[in-house]
Structures are given as C-alpha cells and as structure tokens.
C-alpha cells in the first residue's frame, strides 16, 4: 500500500499540476481583436469648409488697416456667364489683391502663358491667371480703376499639391504668384514690404480702402437665385469644354494608333521625354 501511495503521489508530479516556471512558459494566446478600422474619406463638402477655414484664418492675419471680402459675384459682360465670381478681393495701401483659390490634389504643372494646366499631367484645368485675369478686369470697371492700378493676382492652392510652375510664380516681386493657402498673408506682408521699398507714400489712402470695399460690398450680387444660375452657366461652360477635348482622336506617332485622351494628356505634359508628340503605352517604353 504504501508503495502504490508512492507510486500514485510520483504519477501526480510527473503528470498533473504544472509547475509554476512550467506555468510561466506558457504563452496565452491574445484575445483575436477586430482589423483597425479604416480612417473615414472626408467628403468634397468638408474638405471645402477646411479650405475655407484655414483661409479665413490667414485673412485674419492681414494688416489692421487692410479691409477684405470674400465670394463676391459681380457683373462682367465679357463672362459667359455675364458674372464674375471672386474668392477674395484684399484692399490695402499698398495693392489691391485679387485671390483665387483652388481645391486640388497632386502635382500642379503650368506655365505662365500657357492656356491650359493640368493636375498629375492628366487631368487638364484652366490656366488659373487667365481666369483671375477676368475677374481682375471686372473688378477694374466696378471700382472705376486706372489699367495701371497695382493689382496683384494670387493663386491659392491647398498644401496637398506640389507645384511645377514658373519660378518667378514664386517670387514676390511678380505682380502675379502662386501660393499655398497656409502661406497666403506671409506672401501678401513680404509683397507689401517690396512695395514699400518701390515707393515710400501709399498708393491708397484709408478713405480709398473705405470706398472701395463699400463700393463692391454694394455691387455684390448676393440673389441666391442668380448665384444659382450663374454656376449652373459655368456647369454647362465645363461639360462643353470637357465633351470637346474628349471628342478629339490623339494618334500615336509611331504606329498610328488612337489613344485615350489621358495618355495624350501625359505626354504633353511630359514634354522633355517626349517633345510634344504623342505615343500608346508601347511605344512610349520604346
């Protein structure tokens, strides 16, 4: 009997209870939790409140005897439309700037004299000093201005493009600049002390900035029913211009084959690898 006790007590240490460093070898398995869930897309919509924020937010920043404003629709009979709508229009002593703003993601390549820009090379937009070019004028005949008035054009992009443009779009002493949104009153101050230095008396005096900014506040067409007609005008001006270049058959230069609008859009925008002509995917390997 006291044998089997024996033998049963050494069955029980070899086979049962682990012991405490067995125990601490034993990896626990962690509880399987769900994938990490994907961030939420933001939509257009909020994407353009933060654009508008974070510009409002540099407006802000604009020296105190500066006056501004912002989504002005005024008359401008050259416009297809018969309207002009501008993001921002800045009155200060030094110049007026007029500021459009662009929604955009990706490479911007443009030049200064070119009609059309594109996004990534493949996605063709209008040379945005052309379009401010319009609404610079409009604005010349509503406040009565002289041609030489100092008008600076500003371009505002979002951080989330790169730029291949012009160099000098990038330099204050250009009457026509290309700007990240977050950068917008740093260009307009450094722009300002340029001027400065041009010519010691201002070019507007305090009750000019008041006239003026009173005069456009009153000239803005703020009629939701004409707003509304007035994008669906440009609506219909974009689905023209983008059913036009669709339509147009680029070929190859090599075999003659039609290729797509988007790869004719690549390779002009590639001009260096391509010299302005056109070629399918295989020959573009070639």
């Known amino acids: 009997m006291v044998i089997e006790k024996r033998l049963i007590k050494l069955f029980q240490k070899l086979f049962g209870k682990k012991s405490k460093s ?10 399987k939790t769900e994938s990490k869930a994907k961030k939420p ?21 604009l020296p105190k005897d500066s006056r501004y404003l912002s989504d002005v629709l005024i008359p401008n009979s050259r416009a297809k439309s018969g309207y ?7 009155f200060t002593s030094r110049a007026i700037f007029v500021v459009e703003t662009k929604n955009y993601a990706g490479t911007i390549y443009g030049d200064r004299n070119r009609e059309k820009w594109s996004v990534n090379g ?5 040379n945005p000093f052309h379009q401010n070019y319009g609404h610079v004028q409009a604005l010349k005949s509503i406040l009565s201005l002289e041609e ?17 443009v012009n160099e000098e779009l ?5 009457n026509d600049l290309i700007v990240y949104d977050t950068e917008l009153s740093e260009y307009i101050n450094r722009k300002m002390n340029v001027l400065r230095v041009q010519s010691n008396s201002p070019i507007f005096s ?6 003026m900014h009173s005069i456009l506040s009153e000239k803005n067409i703020k009629d939701p029913n004409i707003r509304k007609e007035h994008i669906e005008a440009l609506k219909q001006k974009k689905h023209k211009e983008t059913s036009a270049v ?8 090599i075999c003659n084959v039609t290729v797509s609008k988007k790869v004719e859009s690549f390779c002009k925008a590639n001009h260096n690898r391509f010299s302005g002509k056109v070629y399918c995917y295989e020959h573009q390997r070639g």
């Open 246 to 253: 669709q339509s147009t058959n680029a070929k190859c230069y």
């Open 84 to 90: 002009s709508q501008i993001d921002h229009v800045i």
């Open 170 to 174: 990038r330099k204050v002493q250009s």
């Open 148 to 164: 030489d008035s100092n008008i600076v054009s500003i371009v505002s992009f979002t951080r989330r493009c790169t730029f291949k």
């Open 41 to 61: 897309k933001i939509n257009s919509t909020r994407i353009g409140e933060l654009g508008e924020y974070k510009i409002n937010i540099q407006l802000d920043q």
């Open 206 to 211: 305090d009750e000019d900035i008041s006239r």
């Open 22 to 31: 067995q125990k601490s070898n034993v990896k626990l398995e962690k509880p």
């Open 122 to 126: 493949k996605f063709p937009m209008m």
